[in-house]
């Protein structure tokens, strides 16, 4: 269980794309990439009549949204675990980044707002750290008195 509080979640999505846009003997172009993204999986029919039609994207980033809100959940813990989990969240973006900018088949959108998701999930981590660590601080002053 303790491998859940190291690692981040959001590395669940990040490998979906890659496996993807990844898979197969070659790296996929942008253009296949878009089409696998923007394919319809299945609709799913409204009581107002209309269809919601739901893509991998669409998925992806859905997934991708529910892994921000566990680790956002996993942000507010302290201790080695949680400055660990900060630090391969750190290392996740920075790859993101580094596959967004230098890779065509991640030059989409879905794939930047993934990379926005792992972004937010360093700067909520150490955010929450440092004001625990503030927090914390001003405890024990209060003691020294």
Do not use: Q
Not at 76 to 91: C, E, K, Q, W, Y
Not at 109 to 114: E, K, Q
């Amino acid at each position: 269980m303790r491998v859940f509080t190291v690692f981040p979640l959001m590395i669940i999505p990040v490998v979906i794309y890659n496996v993807l846009a990844l898979g197969g003997a070659t790296l996929s172009t942008i253009e296949a990439m878009r089409l696998r993204l923007d394919t319809d999986v299945f609709a799913i029919p409204m009581t107002s009549g209309a269809t919601w039609h739901i893509t991998p994207g669409h998925a992806l980033i859905g997934a991708s949204l529910l892994m921000l809100f566990f680790e956002l959940i996993k942000s507010t813990g302290i201790g080695r675990a949680a400055v660990m989990n900060h630090a391969f969240s750190l290392v996740l973006f920075i790859i993101c980044l580094v596959e967004f900018l230098l890779l065509p088949a991640f030059s989409t959108s879905v794939f930047f707002l993934i990379m926005m998701m792992a972004l937010l999930d360093v700067m909520a981590g150490f955010m929450v750290t440092i004001a625990a660590a503030r927090r914390d601080f001003a405890v024990n002053e209060g003691f020294a008195d």
